[in-house]
């Protein structure tokens, strides 16, 4: 997982990147990859607040609409 997330910061598909694993209320791993402000050159940073957009509820009324045009809801 490390090497495919440091791949898409390499590439500049992302500016930075954070994961944690959790197992059993532990933190068994915790990384950072990139940059958290990268006009100001400062890393990624375990306390870093960034935003998260989701994409799901656009395919969802598409689903919806597809499921709708063809009488299953």
Known sequence: MHDAI???V???ILSGAS????KD???VDLKMWGQ???EKGKPMQPNTIFRIFFQYQ?????SCDDLSR????
């Open 19 to 22: 994961s944690v694993v959790i």
């Open 6 to 8: 440091q791949k898409y």
């Open 70 to 73: 063809t009488g299953f809801i």
């Open 58 to 62: 656009k395919n969802n009324l598409r």
């Open 10 to 12: 390499d590439l500049n």
């Open 36 to 38: 958290m402000d990268m």
């Open 25 to 27: 209320n532990e933190i």
